[in-house]
């Protein structure tokens, strides 16, 4: 890429609008055989481009041209939201594809910058899920407030994990976060007051007395309620991308990039190692817990079982699918991870079976991912 | 003459083995000194303690008048010592520039709103910082500050050491230690290396040296001064021609005849 000279928006462009319409295609499909085709289609158009060299032209492209790219694709997330305005089931599903993509750029932060691994992300996910419950339902806290003291919650429960996690190194480390998964789920069961293993109801958003759960009727025009979600996730989704991106174009992203490489060497070079590993594994929780309590709110409901180790894994099967360090390959891969087996309904049961095959072809083919995180550039398009 | 760093008593075991054995070692401002000595004789071991890596057992470092006996490896950076590693210690899939910019890091701005929202200020200290290490890696070989965005993990061997050693040059240290900077390169790569060392040197005319190396060639050209070590134990000091023709110094190299 360096040393070429620019390259141009359009691959750019071209993949997003393609991909854009593919997913329109494939969301929009009902029929099971129509459904299959579609993904047939998708994958040999994948490895055809992968063949073809093409992605490397894309992601120089995404590279250069990032800010115009961003806004671009968040035209696309709009479209896609217009064409199913009216349809609850896909609009629904859109909204997990944003929200799992806050909580994955969260565990990037965590295990793509800093090397901190974290099986305890759908817990996290789920302390934020848990407060927005509980806030609601017992206090009259503003609810875009619910979503930042979820995040902060889940941050501090994470502090909780620190000291065992900073003590100990690898393996080690995850263990002691698998052990926190468990325990959660347990807690969550025989907790009376959160619910027990029957969960809770949580109360919709309502932010000056706008409530998120009534439909919206623009002249003729009726739009799904989701709508409201749908637009508050997606500003959450850009405003995580900008702050992750701009820790990772910044000197904190070079200090994690260093520690998780050589823990030796960069204390040699005067890096404060226990901050940064405390700063990654904060932001990347706050991030979970602010997805987690907006998600509780779209689903209305929280229960132990949505929280479990098994959907722990789901994360960090994204992470290792997408690129570990790329948030657009994150995002991508939260799109296969949540849409495929949603509408592919005859595999709903094997879901777990078609992850588990999915990393290992990936860590297999293409062992850093979909997309392989680039090098690091401070500012898109900057040049000595 | 004025000591830049002292070791007094400083000893460091491993199990049974006695890596370092109540080493005395000074080293004067602005000199160039050879730490040479036979495999295991405690030369990286005596860079590992005085770098915060190792704690020692026993004994005192002092560096530049305040003590410094296990410091941590942080503060003793702070304090000015940079260092090479034996095997290149590089990161390998960051850029050149990234590399670099590790060894910079007391001279850069670490603050979270700094670099999260104040992105003006932080673009300046960037273009001021890339300034820097190109002009400094542009002293070393300037076929490389072009392509100050590429991944280390490309480049040849003394292409890698040249960056190992701009890391260590880049915050300005009062003291560099290179461990073996000739390891996996050729004769020439290496002489190549030392003249660009000797360079910086004579436009940093504060910086002290100490080196250890094996090939013997690069020590009698480049040294001032050479203490050799056996066993954890200082044997001989001096010049080098003088501690070459030592007979104890002979022996420890190849056996008693």
């Known amino acids: 890429m360096a040393g070429k000279g620019h390259t141009s928006v359009w691959p750019g462009l071209v993949a997003l609008a393609i991909a854009t319409g593919y997913l329109i295609a494939l969301l929009g499909a009902e029929k099971q055989n129509l459904i299959i085709m579609l993904l047939a289609v998708g994958i040999v158009a994948v490895i055809a481009a992968a063949w073809l060299g093409l992605f490397e032209n894309v992601s120089a492209s995404f590279v250069e041209h990032e800010d115009a790219l961003g806004v671009c694709a968040i035209g696309a997330a709009g479209a896609v939201a217009a064409v199913f305005h009216d349809n609850h089931f896909v609009l ?74 900073l003590r100990t190194r690898g393996h080690y480390a995850a263990v002691v976060t698998i052990a926190f998964a468990l325990l959660f789920k347990t807690f969550l069961e025989v907790n009376d007051v959160l619910g027990g293993p029957q ?108 929280y479990t180790f098994a959907d722990s894994l789901i994360l960090v099967s994204i992470l290792l699918l997408g690129g570990i360090g790329n948030p657009w390959g994150l995002m991508v891969a939260t799109i296969i991870v949540v849409v495929v087996p949603e509408k592919l309904q005859t595999i709903q049961e094997y879901r777990f079976l078609l992850y588990a095959l999915m990393v290992i072809a990936v860590l297999l083919f293409r062992p850093e991912g979909l997309l392989p995180r680039p090098v690091r550039r401070y500012f898109p398009g900057w040049r000595p | 003459m004025n000591a830049l760093l002292e070791a007094h008593g400083l000893s460091k075991h491993f199990g049974g083995v006695q890596a370092l054995d109540g080493l005395d070692l000074t080293v004067t401002a602005n000199e160039i000194l050879g730490l040479i000595g036979p495999n295991g004789s405690g030369k990286t071991t ?33 304090a000015g010592i940079s260092r090479t590693f034996q095997r290149s210690r590089l990161s390998l899939p ?74 260590a040059l ?78 104890q110094v002979q022996e420890a190299y190849l056996g008693a005849a």
């Open chain 2, 94 to 167: 960051l850029s050149i520039f990234d590399n670099i910019m590790i060894g910079n890091h007391k001279r850069l701005n670490q603050g979270l709103w700094f670099n999260l929202a104040k992105r003006g200020d932080f673009k300046r200290e960037f273009e001021r910082s890339y300034a820097d290490a190109r002009a400094l890696v542009e002293v070393f070989e300037p076929g490389l500050a072009g392509r100050m965005f590429e991944p280390v993990a490309g480049l040849p061997m003394i292409d890698r050491r040249r960056i190992e050693i701009c890391r």
């Open chain 1, 92 to 165: 629904l599903l859109v909204i997990t594809v944003l929200l799992y993509s806050v909580a994955t750029l969260g565990l990037n932060v965590q295990f793509g910058y800093a090397g901190v691994l974290n099986f305890a992300g759908a817990s996290f996910f789920g302390i934020g899920a848990y407060t927005s419950a509980v806030l609601n339902t017992y206090t009259a806290v503003p609810h875009l407030l619910v979503l930042l003291i979820g995040g902060m919650l889940a941050a501090f429960a994470g502090s909780l994990l620190l000291l065992p996690v």
């Open chain 1, 199 to 306: 969960g809770m109801q949580v109360k919709g958003m309502r932010i000056l007395g706008w409530s998120f759960n009534d439909n919206i009727e623009i002249g003729k025009i009726s739009l799904s309620f989701y709508m409201n979600y749908f637009v508050l996730s997606l500003l959450l989704l850009a405003g995580a991308f900008v702050l992750v991106r701009r820790l990772e174009r910044s000197w904190i992203g070079l200090n994690l990039d260093a520690l998780r490489l050589d823990e030796t060497a960069a204390g040699c070079f005067g890096l404060d190692i226990v901050r940064w590993k405390i700063t990654a594994f904060l932001i990347g929780n706050f991030l979970i817990g602010i997805a987690g309590a907006l998600f509780g709110m779209v689903g209305g409901f929280v229960a132990p079982n949505n």
């Open chain 2, 46 to 78: 005596f860079f590992n303690v005085i770098t915060g890596i190792y704690a020692a057992d026993a004994g005192r470092v002092a560096f530049d008048g305040t003590d410094v006996t296990n410091a941590s490896a942080r503060s003793i950076y702070q």
């Open chain 2, 170 to 247: 880049i915050s300005a240290p009062k003291l560099l230690l290179l461990d073996e900077p000739s390891a996996g390169m050729t004769h020439d790569e290496t002489a190549e290396l030392m003249n660009d060392i000797l360079l910086v040197r004579k436009r940093n005319k504060d910086l002290t040296l100490i080196i250890v190396e094996h090939e013997m060639g690069v020590i009698e050209r480049i040294t001032d001064r050479c203490v050799v070590l056996n066993f954890g134990r200082k044997i001989a000091e001096g010049p080098y021609r003088t501690v070459a023709a030592d007979t």
